[in-house]
């Protein structure tokens, strides 16, 4: 923890409020979104972030956060109310499953039933990348329920996983958007969601070095891939990351 900290150096220029929002019945005590900045921020001011975001979702709040791909919104995996919340204010369907997020890769031993060897899971996680695998016993199983199958993820994010270790359970994490919109890489994007959540991370826009094409390509989000079948895989989602993913599996499943 004290060095995934460390290494969350991208800033945050203080705390605000989202101006104008209604209180939403139903919303944790923050009684309305507050908006925390991670840019240009000190190690104490990032700690203070982490907190607070971290009590809203142990309260069965709902954030958004950027990750290394787009911006999401997430619950802790445990909290039913949050769960359906995130369904709620996406409008989403509930046979569409939401992912879980951890902070390290050992962690995806516990949730998950991993059929690849670890050498080759340590080189697609951290990253803009979805697994799949079957669901370990101890998830809530108000989870996507009935489902044999999940996705997870460990963004190459240090604020996100400063966050599950804080919050000591992984998240529940989709797309910051209304369902069948396009995914967000910035806060303005995402406003109609803004009075519907506890707390929104400002990690500024998100960019991965390009502009136009480049940047659209990123809103495709992670690459999905299921592994759940031993010595195979099947892409999902090709999402931003599918050429390398798909030579990097090509090259240790035979």
């Not at 019945?25 to 907190?51: F, H, P």
């Not at 787009?70 to 949050?82: C, D, F, K, P, Q």
């Not at 994007?189 to 998100?206: A, Q, Y």
Request: proline share 4%.
């Amino acid at each position: 923890m004290r060095l995934l900290l460390a290494s969350c150096s991208g800033g945050l220029v203080g705390l605000r409020r989202l101006g104008g929002l209604p209180r939403v019945a139903g919303s944790s005590s923050l009684g309305m979104a507050r908006v925390l900045s991670i840019e240009n921020v000190d190690q104490k001011t990032l700690e203070e972030v982490l907190q607070e975001t971290s009590a809203a979702l142990r309260g069965g709040g709902v954030v958004a956060i950027p990750t290394d791909t787009i911006y999401g919104v997430a619950s802790l995996v445990s909290s039913n109310e949050g769960i359906e919340r995130i369904y709620e204010m996406k409008g989403r369907w509930r046979d569409k499953p939401l992912a879980i997020c951890v902070s390290e890769v050992e962690q995806v031993y516990r949730w998950t039933k991993v059929t690849v060897p670890s050498s080759l899971l340590s080189r697609l996680l951290p990253g803009p990348v979805t697994t799949v695998f079957e669901r370990g016993g101890d998830l809530n199983p108000a989870l996507n329920p009935g489902l044999p199958l999940v996705g997870l993820r460990i963004p190459d994010s240090s604020f996100v996983r400063c966050l599950v270790e804080q919050c000591g359970c992984p998240l529940a994490l989709t797309s910051a958007n209304l369902s069948h919109s396009s995914s967000t890489l910035s806060l303005q994007e995402f406003r109609e969601l803004w009075s519907l959540l506890d707390v929104v991370v400002d990690g500024g826009v998100i960019s991965h070095g390009g502009r136009g094409g480049e940047e659209e390509a990123s809103r495709l989000g992670s690459t999905v891939v299921d592994l759940s079948h031993t010595g195979s895989f099947s892409i999902i989602r090709h999402g931003m990351h599918y050429q390398q993913t798909v030579k990097l599996l090509e090259m240790n499943i035979t």
